[in-house]
C-alpha cells in the first residue's frame, strides 16, 4: 500500500479494474457482482452463499461491502402470511459510472484546492532576509 500520494501516482496500477481501484473490493465481491449481474432475478444471500460455494456468513459480508460501495441495491421482499426477506441486485452500470465520476471530480476539485492552498501559502512568503554581520 502506497503511504504518500506521490508514491501511489509514480507505481504502476495494481488493480485490474474500476471494482478493485475505486472501492478496494476482493475477488469474492467481483464474483458475487458478476453473478448478480449474470441473473434476470435478484437473490437472497443464501442463493448467492450456494452458487458461489461459500458460507453463508462470507457470502453476507461480501453483499455488505458491494452495498456500501454503491454497486447493489437491497429490496424487501413481504411474506403474505407476514414478515419479510430481503434480495439484492446489481444497481445499473450507468448509474455507479456516473457516482465513481462524481467521486473522481470531487477528489481532483480537493486536491486543486489543496494545491491552490499550499502555492499560496509558500509561494508568496516574503524573501527571507540575509542575517546582518557585525
Given at each position: 500500500?502506497?503511504?504518500?500520494?506521490?508514491?501511489m501516482l509514480r507505481q504502476d496500477m495494481q488493480c485490474e479494474g474500476l471494482l478493485e481501484c475505486f472501492h478496494d473490493l476482493k475477488e469474492i465481491d467481483k464474483d458475487v457482482f458478476q453473478l448478480l449481474n449474470d441473473r434476470a432475478d435478484p437473490l437472497t444471500v443464501d442463493e448467492i452463499a450456494e452458487e458461489i460455494?461459500?458460507?453463508?456468513?462470507?457470502?453476507?459480508?461480501?453483499?455488505?461491502?458491494?452495498?456500501?460501495?454503491?454497486?447493489?441495491?437491497?429490496?424487501?421482499?413481504?411474506?403474505?402470511q407476514g414478515g419479510y426477506y430481503h434480495v439484492y441486485r446489481p444497481r445499473s452500470a450507468d448509474e455507479i459510472a456516473q457516482e465513481?465520476?462524481?467521486?473522481?471530480?470531487?477528489?481532483?476539485?480537493?486536491?486543486?484546492?489543496?494545491?491552490?492552498?499550499?502555492?499560496?501559502?509558500?509561494?508568496?512568503?516574503?524573501?527571507?532576509?540575509?542575517?546582518?554581520?557585525?
Amino acid at each position: 500500500m502506497a503511504n504518500s500520494m506521490g508514491e501511489m501516482l509514480r507505481q504502476d496500477m495494481q488493480c485490474e479494474g474500476l471494482l478493485e481501484c475505486f472501492h478496494d473490493l476482493k475477488e469474492i465481491d467481483k464474483d458475487v457482482f458478476q453473478l448478480l449481474n449474470d441473473r434476470a432475478d435478484p437473490l437472497t444471500v443464501d442463493e448467492i452463499a450456494e452458487e458461489i460455494d461459500r458460507e453463508r456468513s462470507t457470502a453476507y459480508r461480501s453483499v455488505q461491502r458491494l452495498l456500501q460501495a454503491g454497486f447493489l441495491q437491497k429490496e424487501q421482499v413481504n411474506y403474505e402470511q407476514g414478515g419479510y426477506y430481503h434480495v439484492y441486485r446489481p444497481r445499473s452500470a450507468d448509474e455507479i459510472a456516473q457516482e465513481m465520476q462524481r467521486m473522481l471530480n470531487d477528489w481532483y476539485a480537493k486536491m486543486g484546492q489543496l494545491i491552490g492552498e499550499f502555492d499560496q501559502k509558500y509561494a508568496e512568503s516574503p524573501p527571507r532576509s540575509p542575517p546582518v554581520e557585525n
